[in-house]
């Protein structure tokens, strides 16, 4: 998970935790293909001019996906030239942080939420949104509800 209104946001911001948030994406996005060791070094300082450092959690990335892994998280979590807005995306990051659950995301998350310009309010909705999602799915699932009536039911084919 997001906290870029400028260029300018996504240094400071990045600086102070905001990769932690994706850290959980960083450890699951390995490329198909091995990076080169210029790859990695590229990455690796593209991420120092970045964040104004290297976390350390970075470091123990396998070398081979961090190229692919960084590009994608500055193409969509870290970049203001997406369709969800910097806080939208901060916020369902949280939500899904809250549920899966991750104690990092969830720090990392907030943090960047409220950089973001989300309230407390909206944060506290955001949680209470995926446990709602959560709730149902278990009882929509577990009670085995007929899918083409669910549909149905709830107005759609």
């Given at each position: ?16 935790a ?11 996005m390995?490329t ?11 990455a ?8 104004g ?9 396998p070398?081979?996906?961090?190229p692919?892994?960084?590009a ?10 997406t369709a ?23 720090w ?5 939420a ?6 407390d309010?909206?944060?506290q909705e955001?949680?209470t ?10 009882i929509?699932?577990?009670m ?11 107005g759609?084919?």
């Amino acid at each position: 998970m997001s906290v870029i209104r400028i260029v300018s946001t996504v240094h400071s911001c990045l600086r102070s935790a905001s990769l932690l948030a994706a850290a959980g994406v960083l450890a699951t996005m390995l490329t198909s293909a091995p990076a080169s060791a210029d790859d990695y070094d590229a990455a690796i300082k593209d991420i120092q001019s970045t964040m104004g450092g290297v976390p350390g959690f970075v470091k123990q990335f396998p070398k081979a996906g961090l190229p692919g892994a960084w590009a994608e998280v500055k193409a969509i979590e870290l970049s203001d030239k997406t369709a969800l807005s910097p806080k939208v995306k901060s916020l369902i990051s949280l939500a899904v942080a809250a549920q899966i659950p991750c104690s990092y995301c969830i720090w990392s998350d907030t943090e960047n939420a409220k950089r973001a310009g989300a309230t407390d309010e909206e944060i506290q909705e955001a949680v209470t949104m995926t446990a709602l999602t959560r709730h149902w799915s278990t009882i929509f699932n577990g009670m085995q509800v007929d899918l083409a009536q669910f549909k149905k039911d709830m107005g759609g084919e």
